[in-house]
C-alpha cells in the first residue's frame, strides 16, 4: 500500500559521494520515520542512517561524520549524502520507511535496494 522507491546507487572510487534519493508514495499515509539500511554479501541488514518526521537523526559509528541524512516530510523523500565514500561502505543499499496509513498502525516499508560500490 505504501511504495518505496530508491536510487542514486552507482560505482564511485574511495574517497568521492554519491547521493542516495528515496520517495514513498501511496494512498494517505503518514511517516514517522525514515532512513537508510545497507547488506553486504553474506552479512546481515544493518541501519545506516535514520531521520523521524520530528527531525531526529541517527547514524552508525561507522558513518559519522560522512553521511548526512535528510527528509523532506511534505514530500515524503529522504536524501542520504554520502562522502569520503571507503571500499567497506560497498553494499546494497535499501530505504525504509516507518508509515501508518490512517486509521492503521504504523509499519515497515522497504524499498528495493540500490547498489553502491567503492573501488579501492
Known amino acids: 500500500q505504501v511504495q518505496v522507491v530508491e536510487s542514486g546507487g552507482g560505482l564511485v572510487q574511495a574517497g568521492g559521494s554519491l547521493r542516495l534519493s528515496c520517495a514513498a508514495s501511496?494512498?494517505?499515509?503518514?511517516?514517522?520515520?525514515m532512513g537508510w539500511y545497507r547488506q553486504a554479501p553474506g552479512k546481515q541488514r544493518e541501519l545506516v542512517a535514520s531521520?523521524?518526521?520530528?527531525?531526529?537523526?541517527n547514524y552508525a559509528d561507522s558513518v559519522k561524520g560522512r553521511f548526512t541524512i535528510s527528509m523532506d516530510n511534505a514530500k515524503k523523500t529522504v536524501l542520504l549524502q554520502m562522502n569520503s565514500l571507503k571500499p567497506e561502505d560497498t553494499a546494497v543499499y535499501y530505504c525504509?520507511?516507518?508509515?501508518?496509513?490512517?486509521?492503521?498502525?504504523?509499519?515497515?516499508?522497504w524499498g528495493q535496494g540500490t547498489q553502491v560500490t567503492v573501488s579501492s
Open positions: 531521520a523521524t518526521s520530528g527531525g531526529n537523526t
Open positions: 501511496g494512498s494517505s499515509f503518514r511517516i514517522n520515520a
Open positions: 525504509h520507511a516507518e508509515a501508518r496509513i490512517f486509521p492503521g498502525r504504523p509499519a515497515d516499508y
